[in-house]
């Protein structure tokens, strides 16, 4: 059978080819279906290594500016042992106030929650008795059926969920005191010697793919380095904006609030809407008007911390729509819960990346057999040509 240009597009010679293309592929995805059991152990070996490396790269790309900064001057390993006594000092002396004083509102929050959220409802009820179209919307709420009661519900049964979709309470605080403990270790060998890592990783690569190897891989630091030192610095700032603001307004839980709004602000958009709403909820408690302060002052820290602290952080280091977030941040909740959520961005820009890797090989493959039509420009994978790409 005489072979067309599709067929060498293809790799192959004849249609028979692309044939048995075909057939194997299908033949592997049936396989698959039936021996899934095989590669559990392979999911639970991920799922166990992912959070003390995701707790160590973060540590990685907060101290490797600074240890930079002073190996001019010290021996590597000895700035990276100070540093680390230096945070452990600050968390010993510093820090153990600030959790237990937050902590301690924490739990006074959660067991208070209900009925704050009872109060709250009877407030808004008393509230909006006189206003116009209420009737239609007491009917709507009825007919959704939402209530205090059935929130907390949804919210226990939501947190219950995402307990047993890590195998249980005790697995979630054994995942995080594992990640907690191994992280900085992970990232002390990573801050020692990263090029020994990564000169190793690159062996184990094909010599033809050595130098798109490299560029990709400068391309990944860049873009996810970039976004967890980005994101956790300006979570921070935003939080510490947060606490000074709240306490001169009187407002109960202020360092609690503070605390959430930051810890939270680490999901884009989603995090900041989820701590803006329990901070109304309280302030309405206390009255109307300081639910109104609440509300600007929320709005205008958001402003603020928008418009001057996030462009100076963050700079162009992950070129990402607003929207493309978004779509992000929903579709990584359905599939991996609240972890695609948290990591989502990280998953994306490295997803990117492989993305825009492969489909520039099918633009030089396509200008090779399809180029008298009209060729793809931009074929050249690299890391000044991949950022500059809107």
Not at 80 to 90: C, F, K, P, S
Not at 224 to 239: C, D, N, T
Not at 240 to 254: N, R
Request: glycine share 6%; proline share 4%; charged share 15%.
């Amino acid at each position: 059978m005489k072979s067309n240009k599709w067929i060498r597009f293809l790799g192959g010679n004849s249609l028979l080819f692309t044939l048995l293309v075909l057939g194997m592929i299908a033949a592997i995805i049936f396989l698959y279906s039936k021996v899934a059991f095989i590669f559990e152990p392979f999911v639970v070996v991920f799922s166990t290594i992912m959070p003390p490396v995701i707790v160590g790269l973060i540590l990685y790309y907060l101290i490797n500016p600074l240890v930079k900064m002073l190996e001019k001057y010290i021996k590597r390993t000895w700035i990276i042992v100070i540093i680390y006594v230096v945070i452990l000092a600050l968390l010993i002396f510093g820090g153990i106030e600030l959790i237990i004083t937050a902590r301690n509102q924490a739990i006074d929050l959660v067991k208070h929650f209900p009925d704050i959220l009872q109060s709250f409802e009877k407030n808004v009820d008393n509230l909006t008795t006189n206003f116009p179209y209420m009737n239609e919307l007491k009917q709507l709420q009825d007919s959704l059926n939402l209530s205090s009661t059935k929130i907390s519900k949804f919210v226990e049964s939501y947190l219950q969920n995402g307990a047993q979709s890590f195998g249980g309470v005790f697995s979630v605080i054994s995942t995080l005191l594992l990640a907690v403990i191994t992280g900085p270790i992970i990232a002390f060998f990573l801050l020692q010697d990263k090029e020994k890592f990564f000169r190793t990783s690159k062996k184990l690569v094909p010599p033809f793919f050595r130098d798109d190897f490299t560029e990709f891989i400068k391309i990944v630091d860049q873009q996810i380095g970039g976004y967890l030192k980005g994101q956790i610095a300006v979570s921070a700032i935003l939080g510490i904006m947060y606490w000074p603001c709240f306490m001169l307004m009187g407002i109960k839980y202020a360092g609690t609030l503070a605390l959430v709004a930051g810890i939270l602000s680490i999901i884009p958009y989603i995090g900041s809407f989820a701590a803006f709403v329990p901070g109304l909820i309280i302030a309405f408690q206390s009255s109307f008007m300081m639910a109104v302060i609440f509300v600007i002052v929320w709005f205008v820290v958001q402003f603020l911390h928008g418009q001057f602290v996030v462009p100076k952080v963050m700079g162009n280091n992950l070129q990402l729509h607003p929207i493309t977030v978004l779509l992000v941040l929903l579709v990584m909740g359905e599939m991996l819960g609240i972890i695609g959520v948290i990591f989502g961005i990280p998953i994306y820009c490295f997803v990117k990346a492989v993305t825009i890797y492969l489909f520039r090989k099918f633009k030089k493959r396509y200008n090779r057999f399809y180029g008298e039509y009209g060729q793809y420009e931009d074929t050249e994978f690299s890391k000044e040509k991949y950022l500059n790409k809107k």
